[in-house]
């Protein structure tokens, strides 16, 4: 059984940083993709950024770009979202997910197993 764990969310000001970590047990991650997906109210989920199996490709959404950067550390079976220069659009529940493939995608059905999420709120 495969168990994403999310942590590191919480309320911050606009412009500030926030690191979500996303560990997994039950799996190893070395084969597969990761991808950060994100949740505001009565909106869909929507992709975040990816990355590919060895961490040497990766992918974002335009309205990320530039600002959150996406790691994993294989070793520790866990993924990273490194968030800057936050504002309050970004403000969602946050999850990560494992990729079918070890390059992902930007989409819901490219992952199979999810985490429960963690929240982030950006104050203005």
């Known amino acids: 059984q495969v168990q994403l764990v999310e942590s590191g969310g919480g309320l911050v000001q606009a412009g500030g940083s926030l690191r979500l970590s996303c560990a997994a047990s039950g799996r190893s991650l070395i084969f597969y993709a990761m991808g950060w997906f994100r949740q505001a109210p009565g909106k869909e989920r929507e992709f975040v950024a990816a990355?590919?199996?060895?961490?040497?490709?990766?992918d974002y959404a335009d309205s990320v770009k530039g600002r959150f950067t996406i790691s994993r550390d294989n070793a520790k079976n866990t993924v990273y979202l490194q968030m800057n220069s936050l504002v309050p659009e970004d403000t969602a529940v946050y999850y990560c997910a494992t990729g079918r493939t070890q390059v992902g995608g930007i989409r819901r059905g490219d992952y199979d197993y999810w985490g429960r999420g963690t929240q982030v709120t950006v104050s203005s």
């Open positions: 990355v590919s199996w060895s961490g040497g490709s990766t």
